[in-house]
């Protein structure tokens, strides 16, 4: 009947593995945290490639708050916000991380993919342009191309080149100009020169829009973000975010923006408007992971993230290792050839070391690399173990050629 169709499926699946790109999930038969068991295996592993920077998704208050949500308001909404679906708790978790991000108000969704996908399209038309930076993460570059405003690209990180869009939006005679950046751009950990952005945007009377998805909760004073760690809050129009990383890590996104803003993508953004409200579960995780991100007890734990972070690049670079530079704690290890990124993390695992190879697509060719992030929750010793073993199968692999 479709078998052609059901042919052209079975031949792309073959064409992915033949290239050596099929990616495999592994199954974890624990919480997450900073080591896992994962199944099959008797010992745990420690974990060096989740987004769990304050090591909050194990939490037991994170979790106490989940379960308890559960109980006070039900499993979920079975409607979208605007029908039946909007809880007091919903309100609050918009009010929390609008409050703690000092913005007058946010809108929640699904996921932070659904907050890209759904922001640009009801605020900008043909009218208008958006300044993209060529890294940004795919949920940005699909948000983009459903809006009909004119879409400019620049070099990653190229200052000259975004004044250059800049001049060109503003010479075509654009209304709104608007300006989309990643704060971290999550294959390379580099942090985006939101200073020097949001001086070119103010020159000309653009919007900045950041994506804090690698930065909320962790970078900055009190965590948060990119644009606190770049000393220019107040400067960016609009953030959007995730709860599915440092703040517990369950899931769910947000925009937070002017109050208008806000009101206007709750009339008319596509995800928000048809689409399940997050469940309450959710959100009592996510008001939870927040307020200790806030907290004292916060800075102890960014003090940890970071403290694991200087030590794992220092003792990695002593090892011999290629690193990308950096502060933050994505810590990119360059092993440049592929087979030679998956041949090394298969080997971690064996020693105990759960990390993820990247290669092209996801990284250009020739720059393969395993991705570490370091979290809160890892101890010291767990990072000297993780030094010992990368240098230990760089020697193994060395000595098999
Ligand atoms: C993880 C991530 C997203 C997607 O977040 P979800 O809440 O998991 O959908 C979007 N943008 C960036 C930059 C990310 O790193």
Sequence with gaps: MSSRFYEYVAAEIEAIE??????????????????????GRAA????????????????QRVIDAAVNATRRW????????FICGTQEIHRELEASIAAYLGFEDAIIFAAAFDANGGLFEPLLGEADAI?????NHASIIDGIRLCKAKRLRFATGNMEELEQRLREARDDGARTVLIATDGVFSMDGAIADLAAITTLAKRYEALVMVDDCHATGLLGTKGRGTAAYREVEGRVD???????????????????????????????????????????????ASLAAIEIARSDEGDILRDRLFANTRRFRAGMEKAGFDLLPGEHPIIPVMLHDAARAQAFAAALLEAGIFVTGFSFPVVPKGLARIRTQMSAAHSPQQIDRAIEAFALTAKQLEAAR
């Design 44 to 59: 745990t592993s420690i974990n060096l490639c989740a987004n769990n920077y304050l090591g909050l998704a194990s939490d």
């Design 18 to 39: 033949a290239q050596g790109l099929w990616k495999p999930e592994r199954i974890i038969s624990s919480p997450q945290g900073a080591t896992v068991t994962l199944a």
């Design 131 to 135: 300044i993209s930076d060529s890294l």
């Design 238 to 284: 609009i953030i959007t975010g995730t709860f599915g990383k440092a703040l517990g890590g369950a899931m769910g996104g947000f925009i937070a923006a002017r109050r208008d803003v806000v009101a206007l993508l709750r009339q008319r953004a596509r995800p928000y408007l048809f689409s399940n409200a997050l469940a309450p579960s959710v959100c009592g």
């Design 74 to 81: 039900g499993a979920g909404l079975a409607s979208v916000r």
